[in-house]
């Protein structure tokens, strides 16, 4: 038997780290080498005397790995390796010392301990140092030995991998997997908790990362900031297809009248994917308060053409503006639904001669219909009939079109004079005051109509 002591070089340690950031470290290498080494799952247990075990099956510890370096084979390794930058095996022995946990670590190259030595050559300066018995053992792969890890250190380590919790995968993406929340969304890095994000939609196990986030990634690994991984939550969002992650999306458009949307969609990229779905799924159409404000005869439209009117922020709309100005995916916004209203109508006219008898009688009485509401024959605006009006939906009776002009009155009208005259008065309030449909403005007409048609009933 040959026993060495290497030098750690280390005299302090990271005070936040706890007993199960430390186990994380050494879990973390156990499933790192279960990956490389292709072998069987890792294995923790807890003995009689109540030590804790975690042991891998692959290649097994050596001494040159407890030296601080960038691990190549795991910089060059695919995705799914955890550790990438040779501090977190030091750190969590550092710690496991410092919270008085002894450590055993066996090996098909020896087993080794840890103990508190003068540094070489400075007998003023005592660091950690590894006991190092190079003695061939028995054993498959790497085994840590932990006496005096509780049953709550282990389980606050387990909970920090995706691997050990009940988190269901909705979907698998390029980037990464989007989870089904539980009580609060977290975002995993390779399977590690990064950090608790309670307003998310989702968790994500971000599985691809950019040589950015290599770069942010600290030793702490846990609490990492938003801007560490928000551009690849929203990549995953971006490139998921799934009807589960879909349906909670849209759903998500919908809550932000209650002031209960997530904070994903808090980002415009999401928010217009979202708003996508929705349009390619539902019967909906997208307008802005100031819209739905300004312009409720469109509105009125909207809703009787049976469209769901959905609220959105002039940020949205305008990026909606710009992905249909760039020929992206159609929208229903309220310009585009004014442009389909419009090109909707498709007239065939009637002339005068081709009515019959009673039409003919109906449609005669049209001056002296106006004039009870002190319209005079010479500001009589053209009257056509036709035997259609819109292509879309047929419950459009009657139309002030302005760029004819003339009111156009459905044929079917002239069935009644209670009909007609009711559809007349109608379109001839908007041909001749310029007020629109579902305004104040137009209620004022209206409800001067009554006032001089009624005068007029009881004047005869």
Known sequence: MSTRSFDLNI????????????IREIIANALDEEVISRTAEIEISKDGAGDWHIRDFGRGLQIDHFTLNENQEKLSAPTGIIGKFGVGLKDALATFHRRGIDVHIRSSFGTYGLRQDHKHGFDNIVTLHVEYDDSQ?????????????????????KSLFLKFTEEEILETTTYGQILHRQQGGRVYISGVLASEEPNFLFSYNITSLTDAMK??????????????????????LKNATSSSVEELLIDQVRKRAAGEQCDEMTWIEISQKALNLMHEQEDVAYVTE?????????LDNLKSDGYEVVVITEQQKTKLDAQVFAG???VRTLETYVQEYNTS????????????????????????????VGIAVKRIPPIRISETMRVTTDNTEGV???????????????ASLLGYAATLLHEAGHATTGAVDATREFEEVLTGY???????????
Request: proline share 3%; glycine share 4%.
């Open 11 to 22: 005299e302090e340690v990271l005070e936040n780290w706890e007993v199960e950031h430390a």
């Open 137 to 157: 053992t028995n054993i498959l792969g790497t085994e840590f030995i932990l006496r005096g890890a509780t049953d709550i250190d282990m389980a606050k380590a």
């Open 215 to 236: 770069k942010k990634l600290n030793r702490e690994r846990l609490n990492v900031g938003r801007t560490t991984y928000a551009d690849r939550v929203k990549a995953i």
């Open 290 to 298: 100031y819209e739905l404000q300004s312009r409720p005869d469109v």
């Open 328 to 330: 992206g995916p159609q």
């Open 345 to 372: 109508f498709e007239y065939k006219f009637v002339d005068y001669s081709n009515l019959t008898s009673e039409e003919r009688r109906i449609y005669d009485l049209t001056p002296s219909i106006l004039a009870l």
């Open 400 to 414: 002030w079109d302005s760029s004819i002009p003339a009111i156009v009155i459905k044929r079917s009208k002239l």
């Open 450 to 460: 009554l006032g001089r048609t009624a005068t007029a009933a009881i004047s005869r």
